[in-house]
């Protein structure tokens, strides 16, 4: 796979599971959508910070 | 997947398109939703909602049938339609009436204490700033044909995310991931910031988008389920005698959990209303998984001998409908979620404004043009 793809498939893959943890299960499976839909935020953050 | 040049002019066509037609009501939607993720913390902020008041944990349940009684006697002239339980707040009946029992349009919310049976709160129904937030997002104060329109929106939101993922690749091609580079006048680090922000929250916003256009559709789907698979239940069930047109209410809640001994109620249908028949309540019975309590199971309880004569599964029209409610309004993980939902949906806020912007700015070369100018410079285009 192309290098390009690794990073945006890497994060499509955890908000999916970040979308569907919590449906799935409460207790634990929130705080696996908590975490797995943080990181994608915490990305932006990171990159848009550090051009600024 | 190596683009040619005239394949990502066209899927940059689409793009603009897409975007350019769209951008506009997702904008509304964005800011609109943003509120509407905390509705349930606002309406209590607001007084709009109350909780049940601390009482003596003891077990004991008021009757429904008094509860409804004391409805019906606040609002004389109006039909008692629904009776509804929040998974959420178990101590709490709310008492939904409309002009007449299978009138569209509620006329009242009243909310109960279901310990003590007492009357707690009427819901303010049609006023204030939420309400017309929620107007606005459901369906622009148009009805149905709005929510429709609104729909195709959602359409135009994943034609655009998939398009301009597509154009994400080449446009790549040379760049490391994150890259938001400072050169020339702000639009490129624009450009990039568009690139980044999309492509980080593709899936959310995919999600979020298609869900939210199957919920456009709820109004058809239900109609659907009720001219079908309730009508057959009611046709192979028919009711033994007239509707008292009072009581009962407790009769068939304890039919319905003996129905259905792993689930709970969330909402009871009265005779007459829209989601049952002239003679039959139905009982819509959550089950007691976060997945199971979306996906409803209706029981047919014959209004005048309290006997649950039938129960189905939904078909997986309605299903999908069920579970792209949450997966729409983020409400199913606590407080985290919705922080989350909220800064995701201001992330999507930034894409379109970026989006917008860089074709505001675009020079005088259409930027199409521009585009492939780009992927070439990075070696994509031969």
Known sequence: MSPVWQAPLALGLLSIVGLLAALLADGFGDVVSWVALAIPVAVVVWYTARSR | ?382
């Open chain 2, 1 to 382: 997947m190596a683009l040619t040049a005239t394949a990502v002019k066209r899927w940059y066509i689409v793009h603009k398109w897409t975007s350019l037609i769209s951008t506009v009501f997702l904008l509304l939607l964005c800011l609109t939703g943003l509120p509407l993720i905390f509705s349930h913390e606002i309406d209590h902020a607001l007084g709009y909602s109350v909780d049940p008041p601390e009482l003596p944990e003891t077990g004991e349940w008021a009757r429904l049938d008094d509860i409804v009684a004391d409805a019906a006697a606040r609002r004389p002239g109006d039909a008692v339609q629904f009776v509804v339980s929040d998974a959420d707040e178990p101590d709490l009946w709310t008492v939904i009436l409309g002009e007449t029992a299978a009138a569209p349009e509620a006329s009242a919310f009243l909310s109960y204490d279901a310990r003590s049976g007492a009357y707690l709160h009427e819901y303010p129904l049609r006023q204030g700033i939420m309400y017309i937030l929620l107007r606005l997002h459901l369906d622009l104060f148009a009805g149905l044909p709005g929510t429709l329109f609104l729909g195709v929106m959602g359409l135009l939101l994943a034609v655009s995310l998939v398009s301009g993922a597509v154009l994400y690749g080449p446009f790549m091609r040379k760049l490391k991931f994150g890259a938001l580079r400072r050169r020339h006048s702000g639009r490129v680090w624009w450009l990039d910031l568009h690139n980044l922000l999309g492509i980080v929250t593709l899936a959310w916003l995919l999600v979020v988008g298609i869900t939210g256009t199957i919920n456009t559709l709820a109004i058809p789907i239900a109609g659907y389920w009720q001219v079908t698979e309730l009508a057959a239940m009611v046709a192979e069930n028919p009711a033994t005698a007239p509707y008292p047109g009072t009581g009962g209410v407790d009769r068939a809640l304890a039919a319905a959990r003996d129905a259905e001994p792993e689930r709970e109620l969330s909402f009871m249908a009265f005779p007459g209303s829209s989601f049952a028949s002239p003679g039959h309540f139905v009982a819509f019975m959550r089950g007691p998984t976060p997945w199971t309590e979306r996906l409803l199971k209706p029981v047919l309880i014959d209004g005048a001998s309290g006997a649950a004569t039938d129960s189905r599964e939904l078909p997986w029209y309605v299903a999908t409908l069920l579970i792209s409610q949450p997966l729409h309004f983020g409400d199913y993980g606590g407080i985290p979620l919705k922080v989350l939902w909220a800064v995701l949906d201001l992330i999507a806020i930034v894409v379109l404004v970026s989006g917008l912007y860089l074709w505001v700015k675009r020079r005088n070369v259409t930027f199409e043009a521009q585009y492939v100018a780009e992927a070439g410079r990075h070696g994509e285009v031969a």
